[in-house]
């Protein structure tokens, strides 16, 4: 009986022994793939950041028969507060020779903003989804007037007191 005590005791000294050494492996092994794994991820990310950077670099909105025009400032109050008044300069781009008369077109678009501004109250105005706004309608408005003879209205500055 003594002899199974012992057998028992390096049996089970054996067996902490085994699981010690095969927890370290499997510890070894998934410190290794992890690291592999994170070298691997880090250079696709990487692959792939310089790929949309190639992209967009080589992408042009505007071709070279294109002609940009200023839209001068012009200056109004907003609806509310009443007290409130905004300045915005722009510039409009068509295809070249498109518009018959770019001046009286340029008024015309002047006088649209001017009168889109006044319906306007400065909450509409704030931020950076106000400006985007602003700049989709006024966009809109420029479409409509030329019947899409402009392709753009650029905003150049928005200033308001």
Do not use: C
């Not at 992408?59 to 028969?65: F, K």
């Amino acid at each position: 009986m003594a002899e199974d005590k012992d057998g028992a005791k390096k049996g089970g000294l054996g067996w902490i022994g085994a699981l010690a050494l095969v927890t370290l492996v499997a510890i070894g092994t998934g410190g290794g793939l992890g690291m592999y794994l994170l070298g691997t991820v880090e250079k696709s990310v990487d692959l792939k950041k310089r790929e949309e950077a190639d992209k967009a670099v080589k992408v042009l909105n505007y071709t070279g028969d294109l002609s940009l025009r200023s839209v001068g400032s012009a200056v109004t109050n907003l609806a509310e507060p009443a007290d409130a008044w905004v300045r915005i300069e722009s510039s409009i781009v068509f295809k070249t020779g498109a518009l018959p008369n770019p001046e009286v077109t340029i008024a015309e678009i002047r006088a649209d903003a001017i009168a889109y501004l006044r319906t306007m109250s400065l909450a509409q105005i704030e931020g950076a989804n106000g400006l985007q706004h602003l700049r989709e309608d006024l966009n809109e408005r420029v479409a409509i007037r030329t019947k899409g003879l402009v392709r753009e209205l650029i905003v150049e500055s928005l200033v308001i007191q």
